[in-house]
């Protein structure tokens, strides 16, 4: 099981330019989330996928992100255009199924810094 | 009122003693709890979850739920100083699905 893997590792751009966040879930799981942690808030749910479609995007903060699942083994979060406020860990985290104590996997983050 | 609260620490407790991480929630109809420990730099990872009333117990670690106080712990026992990190309690929202809402974390210090 290679886990949920996310790329890239670090992101570092400018203000105003497109960031595109990607993740592979485990196998096999079929719900996803996109979290983002910062100091302040810690971390924050933007948007789950079950069986690849949108559920719940409530937390995502604005029309400048969205996010995608075209298949059960791929997402992206798009940030366009980027600002220094969206400086952040992003991580995804796969589930298996939608149980509520189905515990979530997480990836290793994308840690990104807009200057 | 934050959803999830928690003491952001840091709890400083010696090697051997029982740290005790504790949790509050707003939502009454939350259904299922967890504990997750995250490592500076690193991913969180799922150490235990509880949805009954009472103590559940997991090698080291027990979680204990209050529904009725809406409260949430995590006991350590035999901390060792390998378990310094920051404790994360989620709680899954009673929103028909898994929606976990994270507290900002307790950082807990073991030292030798």
């Known amino acids: 099981d290679a886990g949920v893997i996310q790329s890239p590792r670090h992101e570092v751009t400018e203000m105003g330019q497109e960031v595109t966040l990607r993740c592979k879930p485990i196998?096999?799981?079929?719900?996803l989330f996109w979290y983002r942690q910062t100091m302040m808030r810690g971390l924050e749910l933007l948007i789950y996928?079950?069986?690849?479609?949108?559920?719940?995007d409530s937390g995502m903060p604005e029309d400048r992100f969205s996010a995608k699942m075209p298949n059960a083994s791929f997402s992206t979060l798009k940030i366009q255009p980027s600002e220094p406020r969206d400086s952040a860990v992003y991580f995804c985290?796969?589930?298996?199924?939608?149980?509520?104590?189905?515990?979530?996997?997480f990836g290793n983050g994308t840690r990104l810094t807009v200057t | 009122q934050k959803e999830v609260e928690q003491n952001s620490g840091p709890l400083s407790v010696p090697e051997g003693a029982i740290a005790s991480l504790n949790c509050t929630y707003s939502d009454r109809g939350s259904q299922s709890f967890f504990w997750y420990r995250q490592y500076s730099g690193k991913s969180p990872e799922l150490i235990m979850f509880i949805y009954s009333n009472g103590d559940k117990e997991d090698g080291r670690f027990t979680a204990q739920l209050n529904k009725a106080s809406q409260y949430v712990s995590l006991l350590i026992r035999d901390s060792q100083p390998s378990d310094s990190a920051t404790y994360l309690c989620a709680v899954n929202q009673n929103t028909g699905f898994q929606k976990l809402v994270f507290g900002t974390g307790t950082r807990l210090l073991v030292s030798p």
């Open positions: 996928f079950n069986n690849n479609v949108p559920i719940d």
């Open positions: 985290a796969s589930s298996r199924g939608s149980a509520l104590n189905s515990p979530l996997h």
């Open positions: 196998s096999g799981h079929n719900s």
